[in-house]
């Protein structure tokens, strides 16, 4: 079932808590994970340098994105949301849109990534994410339900990216829990580490597999979306046809001032 075939009331009532926190005897952050891998291995001197290495780096670590200001436009303005009759977003400031509705789901405040479905965080996260929305664009209430769709996306495609940083090239927890990305909150990293290891992630991942395989027309157009890809030909083709359109009435009047003067 597709997100957009969700209805709303029942997408609210599906809103539910976030993914269990791992167990006590689990690694609790990255510098007890690192410490338990090497100190098996390595030499007193050897932990003791990779410690502090360790806790340099999380030093340097930023706390994470901060929330943007307001006005998305590059002048500070408010950005111009438009729809086509499929409800998908169009016109001039559809890419920004989608970048900054992409920015909103990197922000783990707004935006935690530890819940299974985007139909699973509450209600009260996706309430902000709309303030935040209204603040910074023209958008009105009959638009919402598309939007959020659409930033639900975003948030899918955001935790996919940091599953294919942090967790799929390296071959355990201690590992994962390592290299937690930079704009994903710790604690949300830990559980989504634990569910990622689950059976039951696992055997998802395998249908979701199968599922892209099927997939016969990838989309390969860039940060633009097919839409506004479909709007911006469609603009183009109403100028050229313009264009043409003077051209042939030019033509006209100059071959019949000819013959009359001819």
């Given at each position: 079932m597709l997100l957009s075939d969700v209805p709303e009331q029942q997408e609210e009532q599906m809103g539910g808590a976030a993914m269990p926190q791992p167990p006590q005897n689990w690694p609790q952050n990255e510098g007890q994970a690192i410490r338990s891998s090497k100190s098996r291995n390595d030499s007193h001197e050897t932990k003791k340098s990779l410690d502090s290495s360790a806790n340099e780096e999380q030093s340097k670590r930023p706390r994470g994105p901060?929330?943007?200001?307001?006005?998305?436009?590059?002048?500070?303005?408010?950005?111009?949301?438009?729809?086509?009759?499929?409800?998908?977003?169009?016109?001039?400031d559809a890419t920004t849109l989608?970048?900054?509705?992409?920015?909103i789901t990197r922000n783990g405040i707004l935006a935690p990534l530890n819940h299974k479905d985007w139909r699973l965080v509450p209600k009260l996260y996706k309430n902000?994410?709309?303030?935040?929305?209204k603040e910074n664009t023209d958008a009105t209430k009959d638009m919402r339900r598309m939007l959020m769709i659409l930033v639900g996306s975003k948030w899918k495609e955001w935790k996919h990216e940091a599953?294919?940083?942090g967790f799929k090239p390296y071959n355990n927890d201690i590992e994962h829990l390592a290299k937690r990305p930079d704009m994903v909150e710790e604690d949300q990293w830990r559980a989504l580490v634990h569910y990622w290891s689950s059976n039951e992630a696992k055997e998802k991942s395998e249908r979701n597999k199968?599922?892209?395989r099927k997939l016969s027309m990838p989309h390969t157009s860039g940060r633009k979306s097919h839409s506004q890809i479909i709007d911006d030909v469609c603009h183009i083709y109403y100028k050229l046809s313009a264009i043409y359109i003077s051209i042939l009435i030019f033509l006209n009047i100059f071959a019949t001032n000819f013959l009359l003067f001819k």
């Open positions: 901060t929330i943007m200001h307001s006005g998305w436009r590059k002048d500070g303005g408010i950005l111009h949301v438009e729809l086509n009759n499929l409800n998908q977003a169009i016109g001039p989608s970048s900054k509705l992409g920015v902000r994410i709309w303030a935040h929305i599953k294919m940083i199968e599922s892209r």
